[in-house]
DNA sequence: TTAAATATACCGAGTATTCGGTATATACCT
DNA sequence: AGGTATATACCGAATACTCGGTATATTTAA
């Protein structure tokens, strides 16, 4: 199975970042026991490119344009269920994990993983297994905001509203928003409500302007 | 100088996700022009490396722990001025190109560009050209950036669009814009629809963010 | 045990936004 | 004259957001 002259592992790689693709790309080909079949720039075109052809594994991104990479992963673990998928992200937190763990992703790694770890995951994973990287508690609060500690600390967010903040600058309405962490559309106004009181600033229009200063 | 028997261009990568570095490390070596001579994860180590011995051209990663890309590259910029640098980004707003142009980085383009443009993009460098990559294609933009009185142009916004565009990002709703400039709410609106069209941004979180990215 | 923090959920009523379209008037250019 | 750009204005229908409130459940700490 492993057999490098004989059947190796094939893949597809689905990530906007096209010189991460590439790059990806090419060590893996370097290594005999991998086959890259396919890439695509997005969740729309990854699912186009697996209805001609399946791969034995996906790598895909879970930050992409026109249909993101959690969405395009359910929908791939429920249509090709031969296919497993490995997402990569820049982050990791446990409730994402357990998210993509139960909609059928395979492995979740951060990008920051190696290329030697990647490539014994990526065989692994050929074989059956699953890996999901083990957090430590306190360490396990990771999003795009900076110093996230000192960050909530200092406006008094919590983690949910953060998450909900994060989403609310990336355009997301109360609805996907919703739709995206299955809870009510009512909790996630909610949520709003207490971030626009607890920061003092005017609906959205503040909220947006407060996460973007407060971006890395 | 760019015959690759006789003297390739040699480059260092910094970047902390080690899969990108590695992956561009591979497919720069594919390329018998280039010769890739160091790869740090963080600020501190590609100092350290370049006090060992230099590259002729940087490539850098913007966000890094311990030592962010900016700040690596203002520092490189100064020590060691022969080291070209191409500063890599997620993200690209003007503000941040003017930036790091004012501190001698040499290029800033972002991660989604092709490896062909990449490869293209460092022998430009190499021989001393500069290249800051255009913000919308449609868009017609010189690679020299245009100061404040130049922004309108360069976006396609009149000045009506421009002042309407300010007030919502300071939080003003349609109807306090229309009481402000003494027109028809339906006139403020659409204003907006032929911003939210002109820019191709998503509703009002998009307007916001252009206008906080694009500020003076 | 109680209290606090957090997350979840809901309601009503009102305002705001979006987006498909429609249109006219003015100024300027070819 | 016709065409273009800009500013103004309007409509309908739907969705989105806001903000006052209500509430329960769980976890943790005092």
New interface residues.
């Given amino acids: 199975m492993n057999d490098a002259t004989i059947n190796p592992i094939t893949l597809m790689i689905a990530d ?5 693709a ?6 893996l080909s ?1 290594q005999g026991d991998f086959k890259v079949i396919g890439k695509a ?1 997005n969740g729309k075109e990854i699912l186009h490119l697996l209805n001609h052809s399946l791969s034995d594994i996906l790598i895909i991104d879970l930050n992409m344009p026109v249909l993101d990479g959690e969405i395009a992963s359910e929908k791939i673990s429920r249509l090709f269920p031969s296919v497993k998928i490995i997402v ?1 992200s ?1 982050y990791y937190t446990t409730n994402l994990a357990i998210r993509l763990k139960e909609m059928g992703v395979k492995a979740f790694i951060k ?5 030697q770890s ?1 490539f014994k995951i990526i065989k692994d994973v050929a074989q059956g297994n699953t890996y999901f990287q083990k957090l430590k508690p306190e360490i396990q609060e990771v999003n795009s905001f900076d110093d996230d500690d000192n960050f909530q600390k200092k406006h008094n967010l919590t983690y949910r509203e953060l998450e909900i903040l994060q989403l ?2 990336e ?1 997301y309405s109360s609805s996907q928003i919703a739709d995206k962490l299955c809870i009510s559309i009512y909790t996630v106004d909610t949520h709003r409500k207490n971030m626009i009181q607890k920061l003092n ?6 909220l ?2 407060f996460a ?2 407060n971006k ?1």
């Avoid at 906007?16 to 991460?20: I, V």
């Avoid at 600033?201 to 503040?206: A, I, L």
């Fill in positions: 906007d970042h096209q010189l991460f590439d790059g990806l790309h090419s060590i370097e720039a990569l820049m990008k920051d993983t190696d290329a990647l609310i600058s355009t600033v005017n609906g959205k229009t503040g947006i302007k973007i200063e890395r």
